[in-house]
């Protein structure tokens, strides 16, 4: 399933190796410490690689993207922070460069002995970077011997830190890359049936080509959170309040035929008189929403559907969530789900932020056979498009 080159396929002994990584990671901050690691899941998933590089004697050159940075460097998504928490995970420290160009990077990196390992500055302190400026893509590989791609979350972006790179330097993918690419890969070319689909979050326009591609594949899709919204709107039903994307009413539409008895929508919902924790809720039958209320979650009726759909599946991708469930009253739906997954014994892949924070919350992460760290390359896998930054690396 997976044609690309890996570091296993490499010497890396005494090479300099530049390793593309994905610690977009929430900073949080103390008065004591400053800006600190909030959620390590990205970091922990590049342990593998970077451990092997180290055992391998490679000289280890990491660099990332944190945030979006508006106008250059910003010291609230500086990498810097990172280190720290790093060196901890790896038990050796972690050196940092002030750049990840220019004579800062290259005077670090030209220092960097076999085993010792160094983290650039965030690649979008330059505008270069999201522009895939071959000028710094080329200012990148000058540091290194060999170039490994282990960014999933960043490889459907081709910019200079993850597609032009590929150009100047022999490039391959790390282990994260590959596991990600794998169980993706697989859930669409070749998945265990019955192979059931679950789509939430707030937007249709963000999952109209995962949609369409599922529909030819998958035997169910349970569609819930905002998104349901919009279907029950286009199938002609007031939805008072609720979150919904006008824009997108001709596409439900579509979709709903296209779909037939393969797409299933929420029998029934949880709907509010105000967007907030505490408000006044209740249950109803999918249909006509009471004006001045709003649907936050799916109904108890429907998480029954839903779990038995997951108990007879052999494989579950799921990306978004059912509800608000950062409201406790409305994450029912998400947790119920979740609990479904975890326990139906199908070979089971979680992708998107929001699906990866409930599953964590819940405490069911451990029964996920893969949780991906990346939302829209894990969506772009999903509608079957080919990886800008996977595209880039060697064949075997």
Not at 70 to 75: L, R
Request: glycine letters at 10%; proline letters at 6%.
């Amino acid at each position: 399933m997976f044609d690309k080159k890996t570091i296993r396929d490499i010497n890396v002994s005494g090479k300099r190796v530049l390793v593309r990584v994905d610690f977009n990671v929430p900073l949080s901050s103390s008065s004591t410490a400053g800006l600190s690691v909030g959620e390590d899941t990205r970091i922990r998933a590049a342990l593998p690689t970077l451990e092997y590089l180290l055992e391998y004697g490679a000289a280890v050159i990491l660099c990332s993207h944190l945030g979006r940075p508006k106008d250059g460097p910003d010291p609230k998504y500086s990498l810097k922070p990172v280190t720290a928490h790093l060196g901890k995970l790896l038990g050796k420290p972690v050196g940092f460069a002030e750049d990840c160009i220019g004579p800062v990077a290259e005077k670090a990196a030209k220092a960097l002995k076999p085993g010792e390992i160094l983290l650039l500055e965030n690649t979008r302190f330059h505008p270069e970077e999201e522009k895939n400026n071959p000028e710094m893509a080329g200012q990148l590989a000058a540091l290194a011997d060999i170039y490994v791609n282990d960014a999933f979350g960043s490889a459907h972006r081709a910019h200079a830190s993850t597609e032009g790179v590929a150009k100047f330097l022999p490039a391959v993918a790390g282990f994260l890359m590959e596991k990600e690419i794998q169980y993706l890969g697989a859930a669409v070319a070749a998945p265990a049936k019955p192979f059931v689909a679950i789509l939430g979050g707030a937007k249709i326009s963000d999952k109209i080509g995962v949609i369409s591609n599922l529909l030819a594949k998958a035997d169910t899709i349970l569609i819930g959170g905002g998104m349901a919204n919009t279907f029950f709107k286009a199938q002609g039903y007031p939805v008072a309040d609720s979150l919904v994307e006008d824009a997108a009413l001709e596409t439900a539409r579509e979709l709903l035929a296209k779909g037939g008895t393969h797409l299933r929508l929420p029998v029934d919902v949880v709907i509010c008189d105000k967007f907030e924790a505490a408000a006044a809720y209740k249950i109803m039958p999918t249909g006509p929403i009471p004006d001045g209320w709003r649907i936050l979650d799916i109904g108890p009726e429907t998480i029954d559907s839903y779990a038995r759909v997951i108990k007879a599946a052999k494989t579950v991708v799921w990306n978004g969530p059912m509800g608000v469930f950062e409201f406790p009253e409305f994450a029912k739906g998400t947790f119920g789900v979740a609990q479904a997954v975890a326990g139906s014994g199908a070979v089971s892949i979680i992708g998107g932020g929001e699906s990866v924070a409930a599953i964590q919350q819940s405490g069911l992460a451990a029964k996920i056979t893969h949780i991906s760290t990346g939302g829209g390359a894990s969506l772009e896998m999903l509608e079957g498009l080919t990886l800008p930054g996977v595209a880039a690396l060697q064949d075997k």
